[in-house]
T-cell receptor, first 112, second 112 residues
Framework: QQQVKQSPQSLIVQKGGIPIINCAYENTAFDYFPWYQQFPGKGPALLIAIRPDVSEKKEGRFTISFNKSAKQFSLHIMDSQPGDSATYFC???????????FGKGTKLSVKP | DAGITQSPRHKVTETGTPVTLRCHQTENHRYMYWYRQDPGHGLRLIHYSYGVKDTDKGEVSDGYSVSRSKTEDFLLTLESATSSQTSVYFCATQGTSSYEQYFGPGTRLTVT
């Protein structure tokens, strides 16, 4: 049973474009909705996270939009740069002491 | 990297041999995790620990065991390695936020 569905699998944009990565979930007990970023040969690292009582959160060029009724959340990267080229994971967290549930990842490539 | 090291970083072993991967942290974090990463699957939780000698199974625990005798060390053992366990293994610790995990650099294991 796939608790988290992430799309697209891969994405290519030009520098300055606004890539959007989407995540749909089923478990209404998730209590945090983070995104992790992974560069080749490295472990993932927390990028940004949102609580379910907030509809949008911005940190620098990164924005999470959250739609609780649709059980979806998305990551937008404003003014994307080649250095943003990485794999992005939506990783909702189960409630209380629940664990992180990783989506399958989106490989983003930002062309100069 | 929150002071997380993994050893070895690369290992090639034969089917049927036992393998132990080590994770060492210097942050005194209580929670520690072992994940495997395979193409098309994101990261999947193998086992986790919520304290010394306290461990629990994750999503893909079959064929793996863990031990934690000290706060700083978390060992993952493949009792009898199989080709399906060829993967990249990541260790992680949980920081002060329940949704924030710090990942080590990974161990690439090949079972021939």
């Amino acid at each position: 049973q796939q608790q988290v569905k992430q799309s697209p699998q891969s994405l290519i944009v030009q520098k300055g474009g606004i890539p959007i990565i989407n995540c749909a979930y089923e478990n209404t007990a998730f209590d945090y909705f983070p995104w992790y970023q992974q560069f080749p040969g490295k472990g993932p690292a927390l990028l940004i996270a949102i609580r379910p009582d907030v509809s949008e959160k911005k940190e620098g060029r990164f924005t999470i939009s959250f739609n609780k009724s649709a059980k979806q959340f998305s990551l937008h990267i404003m003014d994307s740069q080649p250095g943003d080229s990485a794999t992005y994971f939506c990783v909702p967290k189960g409630g209380s002491q629940g664990n992180l549930i990783f989506g399958k990842g989106t490989k983003l490539s930002v062309k100069p | 990297d929150a002071g997380i090291t993994q050893s070895p970083r690369h290992k090639v072993t034969e089917t049927g041999t036992p393998v132990t991967l080590r994770c060492h942290q210097t942050e005194n974090h209580r929670y520690m995790y072992w994940y495997r990463q395979d193409p098309g699957h994101g990261l999947r939780l193998i086992h986790y620990s919520y304290g010394v000698k306290d461990t629990d199974k994750g999503e893909v625990s079959d064929g793996y065991s863990v031990s934690r005798s000290k706060t700083e060390d978390f060992l993952l053992t493949l009792e009898s390695a199989t080709s399906s366990q060829t993967s990249v293994y990541f260790c992680a610790t949980q920081g002060t936020s329940s949704y924030e995990q710090y990942f080590g650099p990974g161990t690439r294991l090949t079972v021939t």
